[in-house]
Structure formats: C-alpha cells, structure tokens
C-alpha cells in the first residue's frame, strides 16, 4: 500500500514536471513564430517589398525622416511612418484554424506581399502579407520558417493591414511639384499663355521685401499686401501632383505636346535653383467627370478637372487637379492692397 502510494506521488510529480517542461517549450517556439513585430523602429534602416506579379519597392533610410524609394526618388514620409507603426505595433489576433489553413495558404502562395526588414543592414524579419478576414478586422499573414499562418491586427484599430504594405515604386513616391521652404523663395514667374495679360512675377529684393509686377504685354510694377504675399508663397511649400501616368503611351504624349501648353510656373530659391513645370491640357476620356459642356450641351475637349504637367524638362507626365492649382495659378490682382480673388474657372 505504501509503495503504491508513493508510485502514485512520483508518477504525479512526473507528470507535472513533463508538462511544466512542454509548457515552457512549446510557448518559447510558438513566442518565436508569432512574433511578428519590430520594436525598436528607429534602427530599422532599410526595408524590402515585393509582391507576386513582380512589383518591389526598396526603401532605404537616408537621414532622420528621410527615406529613399529604390534608390531614385524621396518617399513619402507619411506613408513610411505608417508603415513603420505597423511593423511595431502587430499583434496575433488568432491563429488559423485547421478548416482554414489549406485555403489561407493556398491564397497567400498566389497573392500575398513578402517584406524583408532590416535593421543596421542585417536583415532580422522576414514574413508574408496576405488577405484580409472576412470582416476586414484582420489580416492573414505568415511569418518565415513557421509552421502556421495568422491573423494579425492592431489593437484599438478596426480595419485590415494589406494597404500599408505597398510595393509599387509610384505609391511610394513623393507627390510634391512644389516643396520650398517659403523663406527661401527669391522669384516666382507664372506664365498663362492662354490669358497673357494675367502673368505676373514676385522677386525678393536685398531689403527682403518684395516686387510684384504684370508681365504681359509689359512689365508693369504693382503695389502688394504683405500678409497676402506671404500666405501665397506658402503654397509652394506643399504643391502635390495627383499621380504619374505611366499609361500615356508615345502617340497619346505626342498628341498632347502639339497643343500649346496653357501656362508655366517657374520658382526660384536663394540656392539659384529653379524649379520649372509647364501646364497641358488633359483630352477628356470615358473617366473624366464632365462629358458635356454645361452651358452648351456640347462634348468637351478637355477635362475640366485634370491637367497634364511636365517638371524640369523631365519625359514624365503627372495628372494635377484644377482645385489644387487653383492657390497657384493666382492673378496679380489678389495679391494687391483690398482686392479679391477671381473666380477659379476665368483663371486659366
């Protein structure tokens, strides 16, 4: 009796033991593949998109706040700074169940983005973005060397994660056609080709006060008002395109230059740099809002809420929006002491 008593004890404490150690075993191998965040986002310098039709994006850090997109154009720091809050902030939502594991992978082997995450040039993570769950509070992801997919989230934020990873250069990119820092402008010259009498020039003086002048059909001084002139040159600090139109092919490029461009802006800063962009009507297409010219009933040639422009002499063509330009493409008249704005469609 005494000895299976204590056989009784011992087979007990075994089998506490056993599990103890296959507790500890088991969380430390499912802690590793279900860790799919990245704290220390700040040492993060250089990270790798790419998804299965081919698109890949490599974002490299080049200063604090400033990252390059494949080693070409600036990044939008907006979209870095999201994605980096998500690196950091993932959380496991659930595992994925044994009725759906067949099917999670079989849709993540067909469309699901791969992201490398480096930190100091040593690549530390590697996994799987896929689709979102059913009701969009989730998204299945899979992270390398693990043996399960799951559902990740954010806590405190109901929507799914897919579009944070981008892996096209152009979402990537910076939408700026201006970006100065307004205290450095020197010049600004707007050339409306379509009303002349409506260009006009702003240059700096030595005194840092400033000269406003028609420029069509003669040069023609006028006075300004201070606060007007300084909210104006802010506009360029922050002047963004709507995209690059990768689509428009030669002979629809060529169709468009043999029209006359209808403006150009050029701004210059204290550097002796100047930015140059010229203004081009956009054919109207099956897209475009407006088909029909409202006061006439008759089809339109040209969008009335898009136009085409050209940076630096660059071959690349960006879609630009009216609205946006209409704090631009300004008359002289409402930089004046007292005077007012035009209405934005007799602008330009």
Known sequence: MKNKLLIGIFVLMAGIAFYAIYSKKSSTIVGDLRDFAVSDTASIDKLFLVDRDGNKSLLTRESVGKWKVNNKYNARQESINNLLNTIKSLEVKSPVGKNLYNNTMKLMASKSVKIEIYQKGNLVKTYYVGHPTMDNLGTFMYIEKSTVPYIMHI??????????????????????????????????????????????????????????????????????????????????????????????GKLEADSILKTPPFASVSVTDDRNYTKVITLYRKPVTASSRNQFDEKTGKPLQFDMDRFYTRMDGSDEWFICQYFHFDRVMITPEILMPGKGAIAPENRY
């Open 155 to 248: 806590p405190g934020f109901n929507g799914f994660l897919s579009t944070r990873y981008l892996t096209k250069e152009n979402e990537w990119r910076e939408r700026y056609v201006f970006h100065f820092d307004p205290r450095t402008i020197v010049g600004v010259n707007i050339v409306n080709t379509t009303k002349l009498d409506r260009s006009f020039s702003i240059s700096r003086n030595i005194d840092s006060t400033y000269s406003l002048a028609y420029t069509q059909p003669s040069v023609k001084q006028v006075p300004y008002d201070v606060v007007k002139m300084r909210k104006y040159l802010d506009v360029f600090s922050n002047t963004n395109f709507e995209r690059n139109d990768n689509r428009l």
